[in-house]
C-alpha cells in the first residue's frame, strides 16, 4: 500500500505571516496537530506543530498579564517557531517507509509532494487507523501470538492447517522473535474455536504465548 492511498489530499496550510494565535485557532477548529506551512508562490517552506505553538507561548509563571501575552501571541508569526528541514515523501512512497521516517527523525507527520507541489499530509494517527485494520481489530475471533521456527514455508503450513480444519485467517503478522532462529507469529481467526485452532497449528509451533477470543 501506498501513501497516496492513506493520505489527506489537500490539507489546510498557512501563510508564514499567520499568527500563532490563528494558527492555534484553526487546528483547534479542525482538530488538526500540523500545518504545512506555504509561501506566496505556494512552495512548501516549513511546517508548524502543537509543539511549537506552545513553546511558543509564554510560561504560566510569565509576570506578563492577560492583555501583553495576547498583543504579544498576535505580533508572533509562524515563520518564527515553524520547522524548516521538512521531511517529504511522494503519493508512491510505501506505507511501511512512511513509518520508518517518521519514527527515524521522531516526527508526527509528512507532507506529500507531487513534483514539488503539496498534495497531501500522512500522519500518525493514518498509521494507527491502518494498524487498526492490519490485526483485524474490529472483527471477531480468536487472536493467538506463536514462536515460530525460521523456516522457508511455515507460514504457509500453518495457514494451510488451519483452512484444512475449516477456519478462515482475518489477519496476520510476523515479528521479531528471541534470536535469529525463529519469529513471533501473531494472527486472527474467525469460525474455529480456540481448541481445534491450537490442536492444527501445534506440530508447526516452537511456544503458544497467548491466546484470547477478542
Known sequence: MTVGRRMT???I???PDTTVTDARKIMQRERIHRLPVENKKHELIGIVTEKDLLYASPSPASTLDVYEMAHLLSKLTVAKVM???VKTITEDTTIEDAARIMADNNIGGLPVLRDGVLVGIITES???KIFIE???ARTR???ATFLVPERKGEIADISAAIRDKGGNIVSLGTFLGENQTNAL???KVEDITSED???CVKPFVQEVQDVREV
Open 9 to 11: 489530499k489537500n490539507p
Open 13 to 15: 496550510t498557512v501563510h
Open 83 to 85: 520547522s524548516r528541514d
Open 126 to 128: 493514518d498509521l494507527f
Open 134 to 136: 492490519l490485526f483485524g
Open 141 to 143: 475471533g480468536i487472536r
Open 185 to 187: 507469529c501473531t494472527l
Open 197 to 199: 485452532l491450537l490442536e
